[in-house]
């Protein structure tokens, strides 16, 4: 099946999300200040690289980035050893725009400035002075710097009107403000365990916040995950039974269980890393900008490159897990086939058989998940690859400005850590984007049967009145989906009410088919069946049901008591009324031998029981139901001769004044029908007696003598 674009399914499981909105909104909250503790502790390394190794310190940092904003140029503090200078510390302009302040006041880049005029006179300060001298200067009041130029050694007058710093220039400068300024390098270690308690403050709530945010993502997306697998399960509940006879069960419980849990997982992924990994890179790459824009704009250089990358290799995975998730599905389908039919592998010593086919399903999803798992493998590799090439070469060009006096050490460090901070959820990211790929070719097969049409339901259709007249099939055709012939074709047959009509013909002949058609599990593709006149298709599926009982060919036992078993087929029923319909169906001879009675667990399927003893169980089901109709489908081929003969006396006195349309292979139970109908090749070839068909139909004669009597001898 072809992969369709984009990630339309994955996208469309989050309406199951909606009701949950609420929770996801403050996860997102969490994600926001997540990321803005991540980026902020990362930005935390410039202080504490400042305190450590940078003579100018926390304070000569915030005064001269504040500096720099008021002048409009950037600076370094530079140490001189000029005789003719009386400093030793100055303010290098490494940079001046065109149009800036500085740029207007005559500053140059390479010129020193060394103080202020105070009037005519000249008051030189050192650099880290002068800084906090102008950083704190109201704004928009006109100052002179003493301007000197080492080139040419001449000094100017640069005149400019202070501007207003940057909001991360003043936040930086209200910290500094706050805190007491140290003299010696030794008094700056107090500041710097200060500032690696709040990046351990910062870290803790970050974890704190990390904590909220995965527990609401994580529980409100199972939740969602379950109101999803209902959802399912009230769909698979009202599919046509011709889906499960084209699709069959195992490929459906495979979407149930591992199609959902990858979805889920992918859905995780979407509101887990995908919205803080980017929330992360987003805040560090604009405190990288704040410290080096040029640099920062050349890395994002590495972003059209990796989504080229990841994209590719993500369509591929997807492709590749839709086959694996069907490969998972023929497997478990394998292996529920082999454990069911366990008996009959080991009776006819068919384990090498049994397990090569196994081993074969199991190589074939073995090599998709090793694509998948290569892919997988490949996806980081690629991007950190091409994330250092790309760091390698930023990392370059700010080392040169390092050495050559146009970046401090600490700046540049501080913005080498904030870009590793901000590439490691890119890399993250490229995994996670295969993960939605996963999800997403999930998402298809799950929606595959989500979307199937159901039984056929008319809303408001009206309740069929309890049967009393007839039950008709009127020139009803039925072919299975895929199938090259008709298992009915054009098949007229009328059953007055009361009457017992036994179905008989050579196996594949479509008598199962045709019964099945009046509880509608199977709807015909023309023609009509009528009960009491009324085509079954006009009123509700749940007033029709209620009037049959149903014993088919396989004792359908579920993993529950023998008492609630019976009590099936009727809900509320009580003690009394399982008990009387066990009664009939004697079921209560080899109840009575059981330690724990009715309430013995029969095990999955009926494990615990015999064949004989799950048959009639089911039998006292249909008769608990109280049924107008009733239909036995082969419903005592799986009886011993002895519990047969008894269940058929009690089968005669409750079929009276009931409808009844019975499929079996033995003659004591055709011989008591009112009417013998045969069918042949989906047709009904002769209809009467057994002593009229036994007298004018070959075909019944051919069965009679092959099968019936056989079976009775």
Not at 119 to 137: E, H, Q, S
Not at 440 to 468: K, N, S, Y
Request: a positive charge; hydrophobic letters at 45%; glycine letters at 8%.
């Amino acid at each position: 099946m072809k992969s369709s674009r984009g990630l339309k399914s994955f996208f469309r499981s989050f309406r199951y999300l909606r009701r949950y909105w609420g929770r996801l909104g403050v996860s997102i909250v969490c994600v926001v200040l997540i990321a803005l503790l991540w980026g902020g502790g990362m930005g935390m390394f410039a202080p504490i690289l400042k305190v450590l190794i940078d003579p100018e310190g926390l304070h000569g940092w915030a005064w001269r980035s504040m500096t720099e904003d008021r002048i409009e140029a950037d600076l370094i503090r530079r140490e001189i050893t000029v005789e003719s200078l009386p400093v030793s510390v100055v303010l290098d302009v490494v940079q001046v725009e065109e149009g800036s302040l500085a740029a207007q006041a005559g500053i140059e880049r390479g010129d020193w400035i060394l103080g202020l005029y105070e009037g005519p006179d000249k008051t030189f300060m050192r650099g880290d002075a002068l800084a906090r001298r102008l950083a704190n200067t109201p704004a928009g009041q006109r100052v002179a710097l003493i301007r000197y130029a080492p080139a040419t050694r001449t000094f100017g007058r640069a005149e400019l009107v202070l501007g207003q710093a940057r909001t991360d220039s003043r936040v930086l400068g209200y910290f500094a403000r706050g805190l007491a300024e140290p003299e010696t390098r030794e008094q700056r270690f107090p500041l710097m365990v200060w500032i690696l308690g709040v990046v351990v403050i910062m870290t803790l709530t970050r974890n704190v916040l990390r904590f909220i945010q995965g527990f609401l993502v994580q529980s409100t997306i199972w939740r969602a995950n379950m109101n999803m697998r209902c959802d399912m399960y009230n769909t698979a509940l009202h599919l046509p039974m011709t889906f499960y006879s084209r699709e069959g069960t195992t490929d459906t419980m495979s979407r149930f269980l591992h199609d959902t849990h990858e979805l889920a997982q992918g859905q995780i992924a979407f509101f887990g890393k995908t919205l803080a990994e980017p929330a992360k890179a987003l805040a560090s790459f604009i405190l990288a900008l704040c410290f080096s824009w040029e640099l920062t704009l050349w890395a994002l250089v590495l972003g059209p490159v990796a989504a080229i990358l990841i994209h590719t290799i993500s369509q591929i995975t997807k492709r590749a897990t839709k086959r694996a998730l069907v490969g998972f599905a023929h497997l478990l389908g394998i292996l529920e086939e082999t454990l069911t039919g366990i008996k009959v592998v080991k009776a006819y010593t068919m384990e090498s058989t049994e397990r090569r086919g196994f081993f074969a399903a199991a190589r074939t999803l073995f090599k998709e998940f090793r694509r998948i798992a290569m892919l997988d493998a490949a996806t980081a590799p690629s991007i950190e690859t091409l994330g250092v090439a790309v760091g390698a070469v930023g990392a370059a060009v700010g080392g040169y400005r390092v050495l050559h006096g146009q970046m401090d050490a600490p700046t540049f460090f501080t913005w080498l850590a904030l870009m590793v901070a901000a590439f490691d959820p890119v890399r993250k990211l490229a995994k996670v984007y295969t993960r939605f790929q996963k999800a997403d070719a999930a998402a298809e097969r799950i929606f595959e049967v989500r979307d199937r049409a159901c039984e056929g339901r008319t809303p408001g259709a009206p309740d069929l009145p309890r049967h009393t007249e007839s039950v008709e099939f009127r020139s009803v055709t039925f072919r299975y989906p895929g199938a090259a012939e008709d298992a009915v074709s054009d098949l007229s047959l009328r059953v007055q009410a009361g009457q017992t009509l036994a179905i008989v013909g050579p196996n594949g002949c479509g008598k199962t088919t045709l019964v099945s058609l009046v509880p509608r599990l199977l709807v015909p593709d023309s023609g009509q069946v009528l009960i009491d006149g009324t085509d079954i298709s006009t009123c509700s599926v749940r007033s029709l049901r209620r009037q049959i009982g149903y014993v088919t060919q396989d004792a359908v036992l579920f993993d529950s008591t023998i008492a609630e078993n019976i009590s099936y087929g009727k809900r509320g029923a009580s003690r009394d009324e399982v008990l009387a319909a066990a009664g009939k169906a004697f079921v209560h001879e080899f109840v009575d031998e059981m330690p724990e009675g009715f309430e013995t667990v029969v095990g999955q399927r009926g494990a615990m029981l015999s064949g004989g003893q799950k048959q009639r169980i089911t039998i006292a089901r249909a008769i608990l139901r109280d049924p107008a109709v009733l239909i036995f489908d082969e419903a005592t081929s799986q009886v011993d001769a002895d519990s047969e003969k008894r269940i058929h006396q009690a089968l005669e006195e409750f079929m009276k004044g009931r409808t009844t349309l019975l499929i079996a292979h033995r003659f004591s139970t055709i011989v008591s029908a009112d009417r013998i109908a045969v069918m042949d090749q989906g047709r009904i070839v002769d209809i009467g007696t057994h002593e009229q068909l036994v007298g004018r139909c070959d075909l019944y004669k051919q069965l009679y003598q092959t099968q019936f009597a056989a079976g009775e001898a």
